[in-house]
């Protein structure tokens, strides 16, 4: 078996725990306040910045868990696809917008 | 009968954990499964209801369930389900003989048996919504999305477009308008293994999206949760996603979902006239038993004998437990 991002991973999430309960409790509760009810943003709102996010971040385990995350709060495929659109347009613009500092240092080193 | 599962998704082990016992409460409802043939093959269906099936309750079982109305008035609603309801030859008698009862009498109505031909027959049911409206039937039907795509990967291609002309005409007779006193509530379920989305948000897409899209109305929004039995459960071994679900649906037992499970108020009748606690334990052919073990069905069943009788559970209940609940009404939490 392959021991990196084996999907069955996902399930074991709550174990990392194990060496360090504290924290590990501060941050799942930190989580589901944040992700699992409705706030300012509608769950299925926040389900889509994590699918966008999971990702941008190429994190295995975060899409195949706001794939589901994203349908159990009513999204669409093609919400969900657009989400993704936007981590990856961001993720361009974040690159094109790093040419400004290119141009600056040409204009500064060309004569 | 489902296949036995991990020790861990044993329902009646799981309401013991969390000191729950679920003991019938009444009998405010009949619900009846006239017949397995259907217009349609959905990929989720529970009951393997197909255009190829014949299963239909005789003319004497259909005379039964009308004297049983007549002699407990304490039910209230005939629940008619299949199947396609409509395609049973008694449909239309069974309906008004409810009605001339006094009783409430809803249809779960696919919609599209509005526009193909009866798969026997061959002959046209387009006149339902006449008759529906003419005799005040509650008209409940699943729309499992309010976009084509998950609709006809579940249900077919072209059953979207089907469905919303199907809703038109209904909605033509009056259905849907709050005005009107027909009431036209529409039924979500998931397209696969996952929990729906809360019942009240996807109501409100719902209205938004067919009102502003389509012109349609409606009144409630019912959103289910996929029992995992015959042709979903096959789907799931197959892509080996069934224990996983049951794990999902295990995680998310929910107490208070389980207090509103549906079997708790209803008996289910099935095409032979066997009763079961719901239609999902007649379709794994579950048979609800009085207090002393005997089987029940049309011909024995009396109300102190119903009232008596243990709920029979399986993993499969876990589906109407988990998040919100899910029951023939919708949400139960």
Same mark, same amino acid.
């Given at each position: 078996m392959n021991p990196y991002y084996n999907a069955d991973d996902l399930q074991k999430f709550g174990e990392i725990g194990r060496h360090g309960k504290a924290l590990a409790d501060q941050f799942f509760q930190y989580y589901g306040a944040v992700t699992g009810q409705d706030g300012a943003l509608t769950r299925r709102e926040k389900a889509l910045i994590a699918l966008a996010i999971a990702h941008a971040q190429k994190c295995p385990y975060c899409i195949d868990a706001y794939t589901t995350g994203s349908l159990e709060a009513g999204a669409s495929p093609e919400q969900m696809m657009e989400a993704v659109h936007v981590a990856a347009v961001m993720q361009a613009g974040i690159t094109l917008v790093h040419s400004v500092q290119m141009q600056n240092k040409l204009d500064q080193l060309v004569l | 009968m489902n296949a036995p599962g991990p020790a861990r998704h044993d329902f009646a082990a799981t309401l013991a954990r969390h000191g729950l016992q679920l003991p019938v409460q009444g009998l405010d409802t009949l619900q009846v499964n006239l017949t397995l043939t259907c217009n349609q093959a959905c990929r989720h269906c529970h009951v393997d209801a197909s255009p190829a099936r014949r299963e239909a309750l005789s003319a004497e079982g259909v005379a039964a369930c009308l004297h049983w109305l007549a002699r407990d008035p304490a039910i209230r609603t005939l629940d008619l389900t299949g199947g396609a309801p409509e395609l049973h030859p008694q449909f239309r008698e069974l309906v008004r003989g409810a009605r001339a009862l006094g009783r409430q009498v809803m249809v779960r109505h696919n919609l599209t048996v509005q526009l193909d031909p009866h798969p026997l027959t061959g002959e046209s049911l387009a006149d339902l919504p006449a008759f529906f409206a003419e005799q005040a039937v509650e008209v409940v039907s699943s729309l499992p999305y309010y976009e084509a795509f998950f609709t006809d990967t579940q249900r077919g291609k072209g059953v979207f477009e089907k469905s919303l002309e199907a809703l038109r005409r209904l909605n033509a007779r &009056?259905? &849907?308008?709050?005005?009107? &006193?027909?009431v036209l509530n529409l039924v979500y379920n998931p397209v696969g293994p996952y929990l729906p989305a809360a019942q009240a948000s996807l109501e409100a897409d719902y209205r938004r999206v067919l009102g502003e899209r389509h012109g349609l109305r409606f009144n409630r929004l019912y959103a289910l949760t996929n029992v995992p039995i015959h042709r979903f459960a096959l789907h799931l071994r197959k892509t080996g996603q069934y224990e996983a679900y049951l794990d999902k649906l295990l995680a998310a037992f929910n107490p208070a979902a389980a207090e509103g499970v549906m079997c708790r108020r209803l008996i289910s009748v099935d095409h032979r006239g066997r009763l079961y606690d719901c239609d999902f334990n007649q379709q794994i052919g579950l048979q609800a038993e009085d207090a002393q073990g005997q089987p029940l069905s049309l011909d024995n069943a009396d109300r102190e004998r119903l009232l008596g009788r243990p709920i029979r559970f399986g993993s499969h209940c876990l589906a109407c437990t988990a998040g919100a609940g899910s029951s023939c009404g919708g949400a139960t939490a």
């Amino acid at each position: 078996m392959n021991p990196y991002y084996n999907a069955d991973d996902l399930q074991k999430f709550g174990e990392i725990g194990r060496h360090g309960k504290a924290l590990a409790d501060q941050f799942f509760q930190y989580y589901g306040a944040v992700t699992g009810q409705d706030g300012a943003l509608t769950r299925r709102e926040k389900a889509l910045i994590a699918l966008a996010i999971a990702h941008a971040q190429k994190c295995p385990y975060c899409i195949d868990a706001y794939t589901t995350g994203s349908l159990e709060a009513g999204a669409s495929p093609e919400q969900m696809m657009e989400a993704v659109h936007v981590a990856a347009v961001m993720q361009a613009g974040i690159t094109l917008v790093h040419s400004v500092q290119m141009q600056n240092k040409l204009d500064q080193l060309v004569l | 009968m489902n296949a036995p599962g991990p020790a861990r998704h044993d329902f009646a082990a799981t309401l013991a954990r969390h000191g729950l016992q679920l003991p019938v409460q009444g009998l405010d409802t009949l619900q009846v499964n006239l017949t397995l043939t259907c217009n349609q093959a959905c990929r989720h269906c529970h009951v393997d209801a197909s255009p190829a099936r014949r299963e239909a309750l005789s003319a004497e079982g259909v005379a039964a369930c009308l004297h049983w109305l007549a002699r407990d008035p304490a039910i209230r609603t005939l629940d008619l389900t299949g199947g396609a309801p409509e395609l049973h030859p008694q449909f239309r008698e069974l309906v008004r003989g409810a009605r001339a009862l006094g009783r409430q009498v809803m249809v779960r109505h696919n919609l599209t048996v509005q526009l193909d031909p009866h798969p026997l027959t061959g002959e046209s049911l387009a006149d339902l919504p006449a008759f529906f409206a003419e005799q005040a039937v509650e008209v409940v039907s699943s729309l499992p999305y309010y976009e084509a795509f998950f609709t006809d990967t579940q249900r077919g291609k072209g059953v979207f477009e089907k469905s919303l002309e199907a809703l038109r005409r209904l909605n033509a007779r &009056g259905y &849907g308008d709050p005005a009107s &006193g027909l009431v036209l509530n529409l039924v979500y379920n998931p397209v696969g293994p996952y929990l729906p989305a809360a019942q009240a948000s996807l109501e409100a897409d719902y209205r938004r999206v067919l009102g502003e899209r389509h012109g349609l109305r409606f009144n409630r929004l019912y959103a289910l949760t996929n029992v995992p039995i015959h042709r979903f459960a096959l789907h799931l071994r197959k892509t080996g996603q069934y224990e996983a679900y049951l794990d999902k649906l295990l995680a998310a037992f929910n107490p208070a979902a389980a207090e509103g499970v549906m079997c708790r108020r209803l008996i289910s009748v099935d095409h032979r006239g066997r009763l079961y606690d719901c239609d999902f334990n007649q379709q794994i052919g579950l048979q609800a038993e009085d207090a002393q073990g005997q089987p029940l069905s049309l011909d024995n069943a009396d109300r102190e004998r119903l009232l008596g009788r243990p709920i029979r559970f399986g993993s499969h209940c876990l589906a109407c437990t988990a998040g919100a609940g899910s029951s023939c009404g919708g949400a139960t939490a």
